[in-house]
């Protein structure tokens, strides 16, 4: 694997005319996971897509080495098609090894559902077939923003095997979560602690 690394240093990001965080240092290295916690609209998922490069950081620098997969609220996959198709579709996009799709759909337990539209998927399924494309993409930086929604338990011990797996293997992962999430010794990134201090504002 080339060099693979994610580098924050100083991010700020301001939507909407307002400052949402500051100072936001993160080192990334492979092997490493990541798990931006706090409540809801206090900046996760705009931190999650400043790291994705799908947002611009209002201050600070970003550095990724390596490709990287999103997967958020967006299922991204076509609703008409079976499953096995409509993932198709990334794994070719994303040029993924032969074997590379049907390993992530084993490891998400998706076998059974080949076949069905993915309209038709549960909350749960879909979410699954959502850290499967991740998965199967091949790319060594995964951005998961709440990769747990939904997920029964049999569901987040898989995305805690796949995650390891992907750890072991020189990936880095970063996460943002309400719940907790089965990330190896994350380093946590508290994003209360990166708000404005009324004084300061
Ligand atoms: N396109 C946008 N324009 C302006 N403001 C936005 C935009 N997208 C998000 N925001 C605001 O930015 C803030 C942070 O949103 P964000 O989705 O990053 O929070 P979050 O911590 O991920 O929340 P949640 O836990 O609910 O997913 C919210 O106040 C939200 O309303």
């Known amino acids: 694997m080339s060099r693979v690394g994610l580098h924050l240093s100083g991010v700020a990001c301001a939507r909407g005319g307002r400052l949402l965080f500051r100072g936001v240092d993160l080192a990334m290295e492979p092997g490493g996971s990541a798990l931006l916690k706090g409540p809801n609209g206090i900046g996760k998922s705009s931190l999650i897509r400043i790291c994705a490069g799908l947002l611009r950081a209002t201050a600070g620098t970003v550095e990724r080495h390596g490709r990287v997969a999103l997967t958020d609220e967006r299922l991204a996959l076509d609703m008409e098609q079976p499953l ?25 337990a998706l076998e059974p559902l080949r076949q069905v539209p993915v309209r038709m998927l549960s909350t749960g399924q879909r979410k699954r077939a959502a850290l499967a494309r991740v998965i199967a993409g091949g790319a060594p930086i995964w951005l998961l923003d709440e990769p747990g929604n939904g997920l ?50």
């Open 84 to 108: 096995a198709a409509a993932l198709g579709f990334w794994a070719r996009l994303d040029a993924a090894p032969p074997g590379a799709l049907d390993a992530a759909m084993a490891a998400m």
């Open 152 to 201: 029964d338990d049999a569901a987040l011990e898989l995305l805690g095997a796949s995650v390891a797996a992907h750890l072991a293997g020189g990936g880095i992962v970063v996460a943002a979560s309400h719940q907790p999430l089965p990330l190896p010794t994350p380093v946590v990134l508290t994003m209360q602690d990166y708000i404005m201090a009324e004084e300061e504002a």
